[in-house]
């Protein structure tokens, strides 16, 4: 196995597409904006980012969106209001998340997909290895998921996407993974080779049920890939087109990623990551268990 010369430092967020599944709430406010428990979706994907060493983030965003850049952007008066009633604390938690990252954006201007949602991010990325983190999935790991893929691209010197067993009547929903476990690594059967990825497979068709979980770590080569991917029926360009070529080319791996991922731009996995991530709260967790045993469900 090879190792890439370049660290990583930069990851892309998409968050240029409609949200239709969560309509009307995503009408005129972004899905990445929806707050689980007190932050907004994004934020978990930015701390992920932060808590995996990489502090230069580009976010990809679209008509509608400007709530995002306004919610990374400095807050000064903001601050000195929260410091001048004592409450310090939350003084610094707003400075800490537009001072410890650097933020860049760029738009993309029709929603045509996810592949063309990265490819819109490629001059701000340049020649070097990057991640990807879709700002509607939270994944809940230790170390965080995209540290994970890090350390496996370090170790394979290919890229690495997360993966996670699904349901196989659910494999409709996902990108499946057509893989080989590789030996002789720490991950054991965890790690993958892949030899090709199939978009949304009925459950007869999926080669495997490894679903693809919104997390990868990429090397510069996927943007010709995805440049050289058509549109697909419904006039979109997807990252798993662009993911095929790049495991024939150049490599590809896939990590079962230890982590429970939540996919909150659905409606039931934002109310069970809004149930989760509510329990374990410091403030909250122990009134909400009790308020959540007194349904008699
Ligand atoms: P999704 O398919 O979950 O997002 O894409 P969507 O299209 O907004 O949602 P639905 O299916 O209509 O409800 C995953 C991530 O990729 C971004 C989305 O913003 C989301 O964070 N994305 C998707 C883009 O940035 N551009 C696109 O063209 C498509």
Redesign the pocket.
């Known amino acids: 196995m090879t190792r890439p010369s370049k660290r990583l430092r930069k990851a892309v967020l998409?968050?240029?597409?409609?949200?239709?599944?969560?309509l009307p709430a995503t009408k005129a406010q972004p899905?990445?904006m929806l707050p689980v428990v007190d932050k907004p979706l994004i934020q978990y994907a930015v701390e992920e980012c932060l808590a995996s060493g990489l502090e230069n983030i580009i976010i990809?965003t679209?008509r509608g969106k400007n709530a995002i850049e306004d919610h990374f952007d400095a807050a000064p008066e903001l601050e000195r209001f929260l410091e001048e009633k004592g409450k310090r604390e939350l003084a610094e938690q707003v400075r800490q998340l537009s001072n410890m990252i650097q933020f860049s954006y760029t738009r993309?201007k029709e929603?045509?997909?996810?592949g063309?949602?990265v490819l819109c991010a490629r001059e701000l990325v340049g020649d070097e290895p990057f991640a990807v983190l879709?700002?509607?999935v939270i994944i809940d790991g230790t170390p965080p998921a995209t540290r994970q893929l890090i350390e496996a691209f370090e170790a394979t010197g290919t890229g690495v996407i997360a993966v996670q067993e699904v349901a196989r009547e659910q494999t409709r929903m996902y990108g499946i993974v057509d893989a080989q476990p590789t030996a002789g690594t720490h991950w054991g059967e965890r790690l993958l080779r892949i030899r090709t990825l199939v978009e949304k497979p009925s459950p007869e068709q999926a080669p495997s049920t490894l679903g693809v979980t919104g997390r990868y770590v990429l090397p510069p080569e996927i943007f010709d890939c995805i440049e050289r991917t058509r549109q697909g029926a419904l006039g979109?360009i997807q990252l798993t087109d662009a993911l095929v070529l790049l495991a024939q080319q150049h490599g590809l791996h896939a990590l079962v990623v230890d982590g429970t991922t939540y996919d909150a731009?659905d409606k039931l996995g934002f109310l069970k990551a809004t149930v989760e991530f509510g329990l374990k709260n410091p403030e909250l967790g122990a009134a909400f268990r009790e308020y959540l045993r007194s349904l008699k469900l």
């Open positions: 998409p968050a240029a597409g409609l949200g239709t599944r969560f899905k990445e990809v679209g993309q929603p045509l997909g996810l063309h949602a879709l700002g509607d979109e731009g």
